[in-house]
């Protein structure tokens, strides 16, 4: 049957162990026992622990200056967008009309793309109306980003 692995102690080999704690302190009180004294709290004319003083500038202005006065300081917030990228998909943008962060909304304008399709559809033979396919294509026309509140114009995207 195996045993249990020997106790370690707290204390190096060959030295003695500390005394115990109240041994240590033993019977001599730290501080001696006696009236309590409270200072006195509605004495008049008690002076306070530090002096008081009267609020003034460090430096006193030169005689015959005039008094230095503290401007006012007008607060202006701008909003820097980070490189706002105008493609054919909706984007989140900063309206600087309504001042709120809005998801832009897409406008299709038929634009050059548009009539160089249909042109070029026209010279290949597309008479009889297909020519005017490209009119119904919105990834052939431009995008024009608009604020969704105030319908101001963020942006706008151009094939060609």
Known sequence: MAS???????????FPPPPPYEETMGTVPLYTPGPMYYPPNDV??????YPQQAYGEMYPPPPGAQPVT????????????PGALFRDIPVQVHCPECTQNVTSQLDF????????????????GCFYGCCLIPFCVDSLKDVTHRCPNCRRTLGVYTRI
């Open 109 to 124: 304008t038929s634009g050059t793309l548009t009539w160089l399709s249909c042109a070029g559809l026209a010279i290949f």
């Open 70 to 81: 503290t401007p006012v300081v007008s607060v202006q917030t701008v909003y820097v967008q």
């Open 44 to 49: 008049k004319g008690a002076q306070p622990p």
């Open 4 to 14: 249990a692995p020997p106790l370690e102690t707290s204390t190096l080999v060959g």
